[in-house]
């Protein structure tokens, strides 16, 4: 059973009607107090319910706390959250009403370039401690976007995700297209994604249009094509009419080669898409590094001029060890947390190029927009 069903069976437990729940779980999500709504608590739940609230909101405050936030210069605020069992994740505030939420603690696909992937999965993040997430961020400040690109792969945790995907488009308040799940491409994806009736947008992290350099950097992600995963992608994006974004942490003689022009221009041109490009963050044990900020604009105005559009977007809080998976791995370092186990706006799709300062993890959302893996 999952996080949100025990929940809603610990409220049934309690008296709770399914409009009661709702409500409960409405002000939960939405961060609002209890007795706040149209109708007075008094007059709406039913005794037995209000004498078990106390105790309900504080286990549901318990699902994830604030172990340490780390604000930057460009608006973005990171936080590294402690779960009940002592886990801890990251979330990121990013400007403009965004919030980067994870998935996993730990994952599976060891991308070369990030920290969250050097130790492999830990375990799964439950569906209720997604949403508390949002309820946590919006205690400091208003979410109105919701991206998966923390640490994790969502489409290894495709159950809780699209539960707490579902969740927060009704019971949360948040837009559909808003509710951004990143992936490194996976067929089940593609498959689950139309069938909810809350369909998030897309964002696919590329980081090559080689096959064999793409194998490289993402040791463990399926064996799907690029030109394949980028058909999924807008196939699913044309059913939808949001704009697929193309997701490229852009690494130093890496993959920003002539090579990779072509090849960006041969998959993307005239799709419905958005290229993000964020360079990427330096992280001190890995071996890659960020090119030089010149450089990423010349290859962004290139793509734009010959018919890609394309988005550079700077990484939130550079000035925060802001790559995904840095803040968990200083606060392991520190002894932050005994483990159990082992251990940034997509926008129109008109040929525009811009440069946007947002955010974006290793795994990469940027802020005002969406995107990452
Ligand atoms: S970049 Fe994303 S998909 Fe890759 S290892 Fe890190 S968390 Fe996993």
């Known amino acids: 059973m999952s996080q949100l069903d025990l929940l809603r069976e610990r409220l049934r437990a309690a008296g709770a009607k399914p409009s009661h ?23 709406f739940l039913p005794r037995q319910l209000r004498d078990a609230l106390p105790a309900i909101v504080a286990e549901l405050g318990g699902l994830a706390r604030i172990a340490s936030r780390h604000p930057a210069q460009d608006g973005s605020v990171r936080l590294l959250l402690g779960l009940a069992d002592g886990q801890t994740c990251e979330s990121v505030l990013l400007p403009r009403g965004g919030l980067c939420v994870s998935t996993q603690i730990g994952c599976a696909v060891g991308c ?44 290894h945790n495709l159950a809780n995700v699209m539960e707490a995907i579902e969740f927060l488009g009704t019971a949360g308040n948040i837009g559909h297209k808003n509710l951004v799940f990143s992936t490194v491409g996976d067929q089940r994806v593609f498959e689950r994604l139309p069938l909810g009736p809350v369909k998030p ?45 193309v997701q490229w942490t852009l690494l130093a003689g890496v993959n920003d080669t002539a090579e990779e022009v072509e090849g960006l221009v041969r998959l993307l041109k005239g799709r419905y898409a958005v290229l993000n490009m964020i360079p990427y963050n330096s992280v001190p044990d890995l071996p890659f590094r960020r090119p030089a900020w010149e450089t990423a604009v010349a290859l962004a105005r290139e793509l734009h001029a010959k018919g890609v559009l394309t988005k550079l977007r700077n990484s939130a809080g550079q000035d925060v060890d802001a790559g995904c998976g840095q803040l968990r791995a200083r606060g392991l370092e520190r002894g932050q947390e005994a483990p159990l186990s082992r251990p940034p706006d997509a926008g129109g799709v008109g040929k525009v190029f811009s440069i946007t300062f947002s955010s974006g993890t290793s795994c990469g959302p940027p802020s005002s927009g969406v995107g990452g893996i």
Do not use: N
């Open 21 to 43: 729940e709702r409500r409960v779980l409405r002000l939960w999500a939405q961060a609002l107090p209890q007795d706040s709504g149209k109708r007075a608590i008094d007059d």
């Open 112 to 155: 070369r370039f990030c920290m969250t992937g050097r130790d492999g999965l830990l375990r799964q993040i439950g569906s209720a401690e997604i949403v508390a997430q949002v309820a946590l961020a919006r205690t400091l400040r208003p979410v109105k976007k919701v991206v998966f690109m923390g640490m994790g792969e969502p489409a």
């Open 201 to 245: 947008a897309l964002a696919l992290s590329l980081h090559s249009t080689r096959s064999d350099l793409r194998a490289e950097l993402l040791p463990r992600a399926p064996r799907i094509a690029p030109a394949d995963l980028v058909e999924a992608g807008h196939r699913y994006a044309r059913a939808t009419g949001y704009p697929m974004q």
